[in-house]
C-alpha cells in the first residue's frame, strides 16, 4: 500500500511540474514465439524382414499343401496362398524401405497471451501395408464365408464394408488435422461393425445347416479372426491415430497380428479341413462351369 506521506514525499522531490519521476527498474519479460521446425517420426530398426521371411515360407508351404489335395478341395488353398503371397510382396517392399510416405500433420496450438503456434509433423505411413489389406482381408472373409456356406449377397456386403474400411483407414492415416484422421477413422469403424454383423449373424445362420465339426471350427477360427481384427483399430489409435507409439513400435505390432491373422490362420485353416470330410464349395467353385447335369467322375487333377 502507498502512505499518503510517500505521495507527498514524492511531490516534493519532482520538478517545477509537479510530476513524480518514476524510474523503472526492471522490465516485464516480453513474450515472443520461437517458430518450431518440422519433426520427424519415421522408422527405426524394425522387423519387418523377419516377418517378410515367415510369409514367404508360408506361403511356399500353402503351395505344397495345395498339391495334395483333389482340386474340388482346393480352393480354401488357393485363397490362402494368395493371401500370404500379397503379405510377402508387402513385407519385401516394406523391408527393402519402400511403400512408405510421410503423413504431413499440422498441429495448431492457441495461447493466451502470444499469438498460435502452429507445429508440422511429419510420420512415416507405410500405405503397402493398406494395399495390402485391401486385398487380403477380403480374401480373409471369403475363406470364412466359404467355410460357413454364406449367401452371396451377405458376402458382397462383408467385401464391400471391408474395401470400405482399408480405404478409409488409409485415407485416415494421411489426414493433416484431427478432424479429418478421426473423421474417416469413424466411418471405417462402422464399416467395421457391418462385417462383424455379417460373420456374426449371416455366417452363423448359414454354418448351422452344416456338419456339427463345421460349425465348431467356424465358431472358433472366426471367433479368433474377430479378436484379432478389433486389435487393428486399436493399434492403429495408438500408433497413426494419436501418435502415442513411435513408428517402430506399430510396425512391431502389426507384425505380430499380420503373423497371427495370415500364416496361422492359413494353417489352422487348412490342416482342420483337410481333417474334415466335407468338400471345399460345392457347385461351380468346385467343378467349373458348363458340368452342371453331367455326371462327373470324382478326380484328383
Ligand atoms: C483401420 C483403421 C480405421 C478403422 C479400422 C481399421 C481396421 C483394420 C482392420 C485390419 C485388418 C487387417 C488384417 C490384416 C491381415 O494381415 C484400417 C486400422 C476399423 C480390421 C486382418
Known sequence: MIEPTQVVEAFKKTSS?????????SVSPIPTVVPTKPYYESIGNTGTQVVFVVMLLSTLSF???????????????????????????????????????????????????????????????????????????????????????????????AIVADLIMVLLGLFAAFGSTDGQKWGYYAIACIA????????????????????????????????????LWILYPIVWGIGDGSRNWSVDAEIVAYGVLDILAKPVFGFWLLFAHAASNAPSVDGWWSRGLGTEGSIRIEDDA
Request: aromatic share 12%.
Open 17 to 25: 511540474l509537479l510530476v513524480p519521476i518514476f524510474s523503472p527498474t
Open 63 to 157: 503351395i505344397a499343401m495345395s498339391w495334395r489335395v483333389p482340386v474340388q478341395k482346393r480352393l480354401f488353398h488357393v485363397i490362402t496362398t494368395f493371401i500370404t503371397l500379397f503379405a510377402t510382396i508387402s513385407y519385401f517392399a516394406m523391408a527393402i524401405g519402400d511403400g512408405n510416405s510421410y503423413a504431413h500433420i499440422v498441429i495448431k496450438e492457441t495461447h493466451k497471451h502470444v499469438p498460435d503456434t502452429i507445429e508440422h509433423v511429419y510420420r512415416q505411413v507405410f500405405w503397402a501395408r493398406y494395399i495390402d489389406w485391401s486385398l487380403t482381408t477380403p480374401l480373409l472373409l471369403l475363406d470364412l464365408a466359404f467355410l460357413a456356406g454364406m449367401n452371396g449377397a451377405s458376402i458382397i456386403i
Open 192 to 227: 467395421y461393425l457391418v462385417i462383424v454383423w455379417q460373420l456374426v449373424i449371416s455366417g452363423r445362420r448359414a454354418v448351422l445347416a452344416k456338419d456339427n465339426k463345421t460349425a465348431k471350427l467356424f465358431a472358433s477360427i472366426g471367433g479368433f479372426t474377430l479378436i
